[in-house]
Structures are given as structure tokens and as C-alpha cells.
Nanobody
């Protein structure tokens, strides 16, 4: 059974930093893309950043220059380094992976349980 487990959320003051991690575990044949989404209260879930298996990245405009997504393919782990955090970054952050479990023919989307990030003084 494949699982995505996030860690690293918490409370931070404006201007501070946090690093989120998400590890995929289970019987995994391959992982195509990994990404971070977030959902603030009363808003739709939105893409924050994504990274392909070869390291190509994509960011939401509001986080460019402040957030950095990276991945360790050997550990099936994706990271999100968040710097210069703002109150509007407050949300539940979800990890997403497009992966193929062992024995499957196609990739499927998997989600983590979410981790709360609160930016407040």
C-alpha cells in the first residue's frame, strides 16, 4: 500500500522559514511528478510548486523567489523550502505524487494527509 507522509509544518512569524518534507512509501515502481498544493480556509486547493522526475520545476507566481521545491529520488521524497513567509501563506499544505505502484500499468495520483502551516505574529 502506497502512502505519502508529510512533516515540517507549524507556526512561524512573518518573514520566517519552514521546510516541508513528504516521503512516499510502499511498493513503488516509479514516480513521475511530485508537487505541493495548499488550501486556505474558504478557498480552493491550489498548486504551489511541482517538480518532475528530471528536476524541472514550476511555481505559482505568488511564491516565486521565496519557495524552493526539490526531491531526492533515491528516498522518494519531495521537499518544500519556504522562506520569507507571509500571513497569506497560511494554509494546509498537501503533498501530491503521480506514481506507479509495483505491478500497476499506469500512474495514479496519491495525496498526503496535509500539514498545517500558520504564519502569524
Amino acid at each position: 500500500q502506497v502512502q505519502l507522509v508529510e512533516s515540517g509544518g507549524g507556526l512561524v512569524q512573518p518573514g520566517g522559514s519552514l521546510r516541508l518534507s513528504c516521503a512516499a512509501s510502499g511498493s513503488i515502481f516509479s514516480i513521475r511528478a511530485m508537487a505541493w498544493y495548499r488550501q486556505a480556509p474558504g478557498k480552493q486547493r491550489e498548486l504551489v510548486a511541482a517538480i518532475t522526475s528530471i528536476g524541472t520545476t514550476n511555481y505559482q507566481d505568488s511564491v516565486k523567489g521565496r519557495f524552493t521545491i526539490s526531491r531526492d529520488n533515491a528516498k522518494n521524497t519531495v521537499y518544500l523550502q519556504m522562506n520569507s513567509l507571509k500571513p497569506e501563506d497560511t494554509a494546509v499544505y498537501y503533498c501530491n505524487a503521480e506514481l506507479r505502484p509495483t505491478g500497476w500499468r499506469y500512474e495514479s495520483d496519491y495525496w498526503g494527509q496535509g500539514t498545517q502551516v500558520t504564519v502569524s505574529s
